[in-house]
């Protein structure tokens, strides 16, 4: 039982560099949501989609891209990764609006450096 | 602008006694509140919620408190355990949001 699997766990990327976050889920979710936690500030929502095909943009977008070919996956794009950027990733998924049922599921986290 | 606060960032407390964590928001269009655990290397997981139509909720050793007038929520732990040592973050939305709205998180230590 996986539930929402974030790949790869750790990166360590140049400035100016790109690269992908992948997440996967197995629960059939329709929602799917990627956040970043940095100290000091909590957990704040870049991205999210509530099904396939769909995205938008959450709290803080500016620097991503998102794509949801797939219902089970939600991908994080860096086209030119800045060390502003360096922080911890969060994929999380949820049967409905995560701000109403509190199904929303996190997968492990995602460490990114950016030098 | 932090719209969900959690001041204390750490709070150390015997095995057996009341842990007490607490959080204030600042957005009074927020109307459903969240605890999360998390431990490290792992994602956050639910634990406990409360809409603004009541004022506490109960499950097991856990309960929250919301105090509307005051924008302030807390979460009583009794009795604690070791396995409770973790950070826990308090959200909150307001209604048809999409958004969780996280505090900065409230690392506990359960003493043994």
């Known amino acids: 039982n996986a539930g929402v699997t974030q790949t790869p766990k750790f990166r360590v990327l140049k400035t100016g560099q790109s690269m992908t976050l992948l997440c996967a889920q197995d629960?059939?979710?329709?929602?799917m949501y990627w956040y970043r936690q940095d100290p000091g500030m909590g957990l704040r929502l870049i991205h999210y989609?509530?099904?396939?095909?769909?995205?938008a943009k959450g709290e803080v977008p500016d620097g991503y891209n998102v794509s949801r070919l797939k219902k089970q996956n939600f991908l994080l794009g860096l086209e030119s990764a800045a060390p502003s950027q360096t922080s911890v990733y969060f994929c999380?998924?949820?049967?409905?609006?995560?701000?109403?049922?509190?199904?929303?599921?996190f997968g492990q986290g995602t460490r990114l450096t950016v030098v | 602008d932090q719209q969900v606060k959690q001041n204390s960032p750490s709070l150390s407390v015997q095995e057996g006694r009341i842990s007490i964590l607490n959080c204030d928001y600042t957005?009074?269009?927020?109307?459903?509140f969240l605890w999360y655990k998390k431990y490290p290397a792992e994602g956050p997981t639910f634990l406990i919620s409360?809409?603004?139509?009541?004022d506490k909720n109960e499950d097991g050793r856990f309960t929250v408190f919301l105090n509307k007038s005051a924008k302030h929520l807390s979460l009583h732990i009794v009795p604690s355990q070791p396995g409770d040592s973790a950070v826990y973050f308090c959200?909150?939305?307001?209604?048809?949001?999409?958004?969780?709205?996280f505090g900065t998180g409230t690392r506990l230590t359960v003493i043994p």
């Open positions: 999380a998924s949820s049967r409905r609006q995560v701000t109403r049922r509190p199904e929303a599921f």
């Open positions: 629960m059939n979710h329709e929602y």
């Open positions: 989609s509530v099904g396939e095909g769909t995205t």
């Open positions: 957005n009074s269009m927020f109307d459903y």
């Open positions: 409360i809409s603004s139509i009541k």
């Open positions: 959200a909150a939305s307001g209604f048809g949001a999409n958004n969780l709205f």
